[in-house]
């Protein structure tokens, strides 16, 4: 079994897959190499629209625009997104304290983004 550095379209983020998971990754996702965050992500927005397959397809250029509008360490977004993630699956969905800001330059990036 041969391991593959790839890169997600979406986020920038690179993970280690074997090229059989790849594979599987990019058919579910209509060719584009997603990481398991972002594949996330789809799914639930795809699951949102209560569609199938075009949902899937509309979810993907959904969440790549949405990646491309923020240019932010990878590192950073997957916390952020794990974050979000977690409030979302534990119901808390109350507006997020905005008054935390710290610099993403401590993770290589010189944009600023909001860490809870």
């Keep these: 079994m041969e391991i593959e550095s790839v890169k997600c379209e979406c986020c ?3 993970e280690d897959c074997t090229q059989d998971y790849i594979t599987s990754v990019k058919a579910s ?4 190499w997603l ?3 972002c594949c996330e992500a789809v799914r639930d927005e795809a699951s949102r629209k209560k569609q199938a397959h075009p949902g899937v397809e ?3 250029r959904a969440h790549m625009a ?3 509008k923020f240019k932010s360490n990878p590192a950073v977004r997957v916390a952020d997104g794990m974050r979000q993630m ?3 699956r534990s119901g808390d969905l109350s507006k997020p304290d905005t008054s935390k800001k710290y ?3 401590q993770v290589g990036d010189d944009s600023s983004v909001s860490l809870y």
């Design 86 to 88: 977690l409030r979302r």
């Design 12 to 14: 920038g983020l690179r």
């Design 29 to 32: 996702f209509y060719g584009q």
């Design 103 to 105: 610099s993403s330059a």
């Design 58 to 60: 509309e979810a993907v």
């Design 66 to 68: 949405f990646c491309k």
């Design 35 to 37: 990481c398991g965050l």
